[in-house]
């Protein structure tokens, strides 16, 4: 089972910017997607970001064209960058791995909590 860690969370203010990371303690193939969600209190988890085999992409709505997704397969590590952040963004930011071929897993980070202020 892969396990995964988030960093990168933390305090800043609307307009800025962050760079979240999530480490795997195993090999995380170019094969198995990886993505981004996040869940502010009192609503349920959304996806941010998503990324599949052949480096197809998905972002939620309010996120496009101010956060990418990125993965480097060699340091079994996903990034989420995110500018231009608002009050909205706030939350705790998870990493989710998946393989669908067998035996196959789905793995989940801690999180990460960001906070944007006004």
């Known amino acids: 089972q892969v396990q995964l860690v988030e960093s990168g969370g933390g305090l800043v203010q609307a307009g800025g910017s962050l760079r979240l990371s999530c480490t795997a303690s195993g090999n995380i193939l170019a094969s198995d997607t990886v993505g981004w969600y996040r869940q502010a209190p009192g609503k349920e988890r959304e996806m941010v970001a998503t990324m599949g085999r052949f480096e197809n992409v998905e972002y939620g709505d309010s996120v496009k064209g101010r956060f990418a997704i990125s993965r480097d397969n060699s340091k079994n590590t996903v990034f989420l960058q995110m500018n231009n952040l608002t009050p909205e963004d706030t939350g705790t930011y998870f990493c989710?791995?998946?393989?669908?071929?067998?035996?196959?897993?789905?793995?989940w980070g801690e999180g990460t909590q960001v906070t944007v202020s006004s």
């Open positions: 989710n791995a998946v393989r669908t071929r067998f035996p196959g897993y789905n793995s």
